[in-house]
């Protein structure tokens, strides 16, 4: 991961849960046709259904033990995950025959999902890519240009119409 620059982008989808995402900031190899996704299923306990500490502990250990080396192995490139309503989702894209990702996987957790299709283009991280400008495109507060009374700046702002439709999932993003 040395020299790899990766996103953490907050978004909610539609219904108003969380999800997260971590987007990885390369340019795409086309010579990599397939995508291919892992989903590694979580408990959860929270009303957020997001992870706990010891579900991100499983993650890196999935990551770092096995996916990475699996993808270095087979020529796969690691893109983004998705962390959302229970279950970590780690898209990658490769050339080689997905069954061979599933077998050097599968020994980690029964419950593994995999999905995988065709895409070229690179349509899926393109999705990826949108939802990360957006969350670029979003002005970080400038804590330093704050006004010093907080009680006399506060005003209740004026309802503004809401023009343009929801999308999919709003970046509400943080940058790493």
């Known amino acids: 991961m040395d020299g790899e620059l990766w996103h953490i982008v907050e978004a909610k989808r539609d ?12 340019e795409p190899r086309k010579q ?4 291919f996704v892992v989903e590694l299923p979580y408990p959860t306990t929270e009303l957020s259904r997001l992870p706990c500490a010891s ?3 499983r993650l890196a250990e999935f990551d770092e033990q096995w996916l990475r080396p699996a993808c270095t192995t087979l020529g796969w490139e690691v893109v983004g995950h998705k962390i959302e309503d229970g279950s970590f989702f780690l898209y990658m894209y490769g050339a080689t025959d997905p069954l061979t990702m599933v077998e050097k996987l ?7 999902g995999f999905y995988d299709d ?8 393109g999705t990826l890519r949108e939802l990360l400008d957006q969350a670029k ?3 970080p507060v400038d804590t ?6 907080v009680a006399k700046a506060r005003k209740k702002p004026a309802a503004k119409p809401r023009t343009a439709p929801k999308k999919k999932a709003r970046a509400t993003a943080k940058r790493r």
Do not use: H, V
Request: net charge negative.
């Open 32 to 35: 990599l046709t397939k995508i």
């Open 144 to 149: 330093a240009r704050r006004p010093k009374s």
């Open 118 to 125: 065709d895409d070229p283009e690179w349509q899926e991280y």
């Open 106 to 112: 599968s020994p980690f957790d029964a419950g593994l």
């Open 137 to 139: 495109a979003i002005a």
């Open 15 to 26: 219904d108003g849960m969380p999800t997260m995402f971590r987007i990885r900031e390369l």
């Open 55 to 57: 579900d991100y502990r």
